[in-house]
């Protein structure tokens, strides 16, 4: 079972925006003899399925709710991709969703990858508390791998091995749309989690910020250039200072997508905090999320890039870590340009430029696993070194260079940006 199979089986759970992209690219890359797609509501799902070539992709209804019936639905799979949301809410609260198909793909005898950890108030993502589970199950789980987190989590350990030792590291994004439309590439719950208490890792300790509440300014090679960018809610804080040692953690991101964002926050209308309107209270950031459209579909995307409302977009990654070599100061770097909307629009029309770029390292990374003998839960940064450099060469195959630079007292080597 699992990586040992010859005939690979995947199930992908969540056919949305980013779930249809990982089916199609999976199907279409051959990385699958099968891919079947899991979601609560087939025409829907069927609908974010109309990239050209993946059309066939069977979907089944399910309901990760139903812990009783998901198990025995996975039975026979290889992979189980979980590509929705990281929670879902139940009346006012919000539930998390990782452990409990997690839970499912481990007891059907699947290896299990997801892209995104809940997190909250914890400072550890919740996927590694199954990390005995799948050990006693023999199985593998990949958490937190679409391209940030996940391939920034993967550069982070490149950039941490080139040092002896690590003072501090920075993980920078730039999401950037240039358009009259704003787009959203990923789901609004996702999103709308802009508005969390940010968990930070400063001097060795675990601490917490408000959204927003640092900024730097960050050169990046064109078209991007200086962009502001500020600490917000994310992933790789939750995983990579419990594998890699170093002092300070800082995440930063910038970008039109952000500043949309930073926006809504500052005019409180991402607050849980209920306020009066006529008789009723009414939370601001409840009222948004059940007024804004979800991700747009395929045919909706080639039809707001076709009209010109979105003209173009960039995402961009950039990982950097500041240490020692041989007692001399050193700095390690990684930077890398995702395809632009335009170039995607080539390449898999109706994807888009956080969609495609996530499904392809979801796919590398299933690529690089496929016949490995590997048991337990693993964050990017905790791979081992020949499956994160087999992933970087299949990304690699499809145009994604990371360009690298290393400095030590101001003499650099490599290829930088």
Same mark, same amino acid.
């Given at each position: 079972?699992?990586?040992?199979?010859?005939?690979?089986?995947?199930?992908?759970?969540?056919?949305?925006?980013?779930?249809?992209?990982?089916?199609?690219?999976?199907?279409?890359?051959?990385?699958?003899?099968?891919?079947?797609?899991?979601?609560?509501?087939?025409?829907?799902?069927?609908?974010?399925?109309?990239?050209?070539?993946?059309?066939?992709?069977?979907?089944?209804?399910?309901? *990760?709710?139903?812990?009783?019936?998901?198990?025995?639905?996975?039975?026979?799979?290889?992979?189980?991709?979980?590509?929705?949301?990281?929670?879902?809410?139940?009346?006012?609260?919000?539930?998390? /969703?990782?452990?409990?198909?997690?839970?499912?793909?481990?007891?059907?005898?699947?290896?299990? *990858?997801?892209?995104?950890?809940?997190?909250?108030?914890?400072?550890?993502?919740?996927?590694?508390?199954?990390?005995?589970?799948?050990?006693?199950?023999?199985?593998? =789980?990949?958490?937190?791998?679409? =391209?940030?987190?996940?391939?920034? &989590?993967?550069?982070?350990?490149?950039?941490?091995?080139?040092?002896?030792?690590?003072?501090?590291?920075?993980?920078?994004?730039?999401?950037?749309?240039?358009?009259?439309?704003?787009?959203?590439?990923?789901?609004?719950?996702?999103?709308?989690?802009?508005?969390?208490?940010?968990?930070?890792?400063?001097?060795?300790?675990?601490?917490?910020?408000?959204?927003?509440?640092? %900024?730097?300014?960050?050169?990046?090679?064109?078209?991007?250039?200086?962009?502001?960018?500020?600490?917000?809610? &994310?992933?790789?804080?939750?995983?990579?200072?419990?594998?890699?040692?170093?002092?300070?953690?800082?995440?930063?991101?910038?970008?039109?997508?952000?500043?949309?964002?930073?926006?809504?926050?500052?005019?409180?209308?991402?607050?849980?905090?209920?306020?009066?309107?006529?008789?009723?209270?009414?939370?601001?950031?409840?009222? /948004?999320?059940?007024?804004?459209?979800?991700?747009?579909?395929?045919?909706?995307?080639?039809?707001?890039?076709?009209?010109?409302?979105?003209?173009?977009?960039?995402?961009?990654?950039?990982?950097?870590?500041?240490?020692? *070599?041989?007692?001399?100061?050193?700095?390690?770097?990684?930077?890398?340009?995702?395809?632009?909307?335009?170039?995607?629009?080539?390449?898999?029309?109706?994807?888009?430029?956080?969609?495609?770029?996530?499904?392809?390292?979801?796919?590398?990374?299933?690529?690089?696993?496929?016949?490995?003998?590997?048991?337990?839960?693993?964050?990017?940064?905790?791979?081992?070194?020949?499956?994160?450099?087999?992933? /970087?060469?299949? /990304?690699?195959?499809?145009?994604?260079?990371?360009?690298?630079?290393?400095?030590?007292?101001?003499?650099?080597?490599? %290829?930088?940006?």
């Amino acid at each position: 079972m699992g990586w040992r199979a010859i005939r690979l089986r995947l199930a992908v759970i969540g056919c949305g925006a980013v779930g249809s992209a990982i089916a199609s690219l999976a199907a279409l890359k051959g990385v699958a003899e099968e891919v079947v797609c899991f979601d609560r509501d087939e025409e829907r799902a069927k609908r974010y399925l109309s990239f050209e070539g993946a059309r066939d992709i069977p979907v089944e209804r399910i309901d *990760v709710l139903d812990k009783e019936d998901v198990a025995p639905r996975l039975s026979g799979f290889d992979f189980v991709v979980n590509a929705l949301p990281t929670f879902v809410r139940v009346g006012r609260r919000e539930l998390p /969703l990782n452990p409990i198909v997690m839970s499912s793909a481990a007891k059907a005898g699947a290896c299990y *990858v997801d892209l995104a950890c809940y997190g909250g108030r914890r400072t550890r993502a919740e996927q590694l508390l199954l990390a005995r589970e799948f050990q006693r199950a023999a199985l593998l =789980a990949v958490i937190n791998f679409g =391209a940030s987190p996940g391939l920034s &989590n993967l550069l982070a350990r490149e950039v941490y091995d080139d040092l002896d030792t690590v003072d501090s590291m920075r993980i920078v994004s730039v999401e950037d749309q240039r358009g009259s439309a704003f787009v959203i590439p990923w789901s609004r719950e996702e999103m709308l989690l802009a508005a969390s208490p940010v968990l930070a890792y400063r001097a060795r300790r675990f601490t917490w910020l408000e959204p927003f509440e640092e %900024s730097a300014v960050f050169d990046f090679p064109s078209p991007l250039g200086s962009i502001r960018c500020y600490s917000v809610l &994310n992933d790789e804080s939750y995983t990579i200072p419990r594998f890699l040692r170093l002092n300070n953690l800082y995440y930063y991101a910038g970008g039109s997508d952000v500043e949309t964002l930073r926006a809504l926050y500052r005019l409180g209308i991402l607050s849980d905090a209920p306020v009066r309107v006529g008789k009723a209270l009414v939370s601001p950031k409840e009222l /948004l999320y059940r007024i804004l459209p979800p991700s747009p579909k395929p045919d909706e995307v080639v039809r707001v890039c076709r009209e010109g409302e979105l003209g173009d977009a960039y995402f961009a990654l950039e990982v950097a870590a500041e240490g020692e *070599v041989g007692g001399e100061a050193a700095v390690s770097r990684r930077f890398v340009m995702f395809p632009s909307q335009r170039r995607i629009n080539e390449i898999l029309p109706g994807a888009t430029y956080i969609t495609y770029p996530t499904a392809l390292c979801v796919v590398a990374l299933l690529r690089a696993l496929r016949g490995r003998r590997l048991r337990g839960v693993f964050p990017g940064e905790a791979l081992p070194r020949y499956l994160r450099k087999l992933i /970087l060469s299949y /990304l690699e195959e499809d145009k994604v260079i990371v360009n690298e630079e290393f400095k030590v007292e101001g003499l650099a080597r490599g %290829s930088g940006a």
